[in-house]
């Protein structure tokens, strides 16, 4: 079963325009991570997040965690064409610390 | 530092076929994983190695799918025999050791059953 479920589905913007996805769960978490998938590649890290932690910035990406809703958000400012790619989170959850992925946000980037 | 690497990038095979795939990790990295990703879907775990010792194995379809690590360096995984529902991306991904690390992976092979 899938944990986190990914929203939108898919993302349309223009470059320079900010772009947010949202990722929402079902149970009680340890971590938070983010991921990039670009067409016919693998999954890149871009951030992890632990339950006690509610915002984290790397660049251009920001990430919130609210527990109490049990959801995420990953904003990317300026977006730029090379964004343009799935986004997915995923959850671990109990002692395995396994990351379990959602369906993920398809983002295009119009230049 | 070298990525992961899998091989072969694409495959194709009729049902009931065996196909094999090899992945070779980041030096160092203790942990390998193998997910299947099916178009439209995040990946899912199949088996999880530490070292070359199996972790967690419980989403590995055993009846048809095996998996092994030896040396615990490279690993193949194989289908044996294939089914139409087995089509998918099949990743390899690889951390440093176990618990919480960023998982580092491969591009995947791409397997196509007929």
């Known amino acids: 079963s899938q944990q986190g479920e990914e929203d939108p589905q898919a993302l349309s913007i223009q470059e320079g325009e900010n772009a947010t996805m949202n990722c929402s769960y079902k149970t009680s978490i340890n971590n938070l991570q983010w991921y990039r998938q670009n067409s016919g590649r693998g999954l890149v890290h871009l951030i992890l997040?632990?339950?006690?932690?509610r915002e984290k910035h790397s660049g251009r990406l920001r990430v919130t965690l609210d527990t109490s809703k049990k959801s995420s958000s990953l904003l990317i400012t300026a977006s730029r064409a090379a964004d343009t790619a799935s986004y997915f989170c995923a959850t671990d959850a109990g002692g395995s610390y396994i990351p379990t992925f959602g369906r993920g946000t398809s983002l295009i980037v119009h230049p | 530092e070298a990525g992961v690497a899998q091989s072969p990038r694409y495959k194709i095979i009729e049902k009931r076929q065996s196909v094999a795939f090899w992945c070779n990790p980041i030096s160092g990295h203790a942990t390998l994983y193998w997910y299947q990703q099916i178009l439209g879907q995040g990946p899912k775990l199949l088996i999880q190695?530490?070292?070359?010792?199996?972790?967690?194995d419980s989403q590995l379809p055993k009846d048809r799918f095996s998996a092994e690590r030896l040396k615990g360096v490279d690993s193949t995984l194989k289908i044996q025999p294939a089914k139409l529902e087995d089509s998918a991306v099949y990743l390899c991904a690889s951390s440093l050791g176990p618990g919480i690390q960023p998982q580092h992976f491969g591009d995947g092979t791409r397997l196509s059953i007929l």
């Open positions: 997040i632990r339950s006690n932690e």
């Open positions: 190695f530490q070292n070359n010792g199996v972790v967690d």
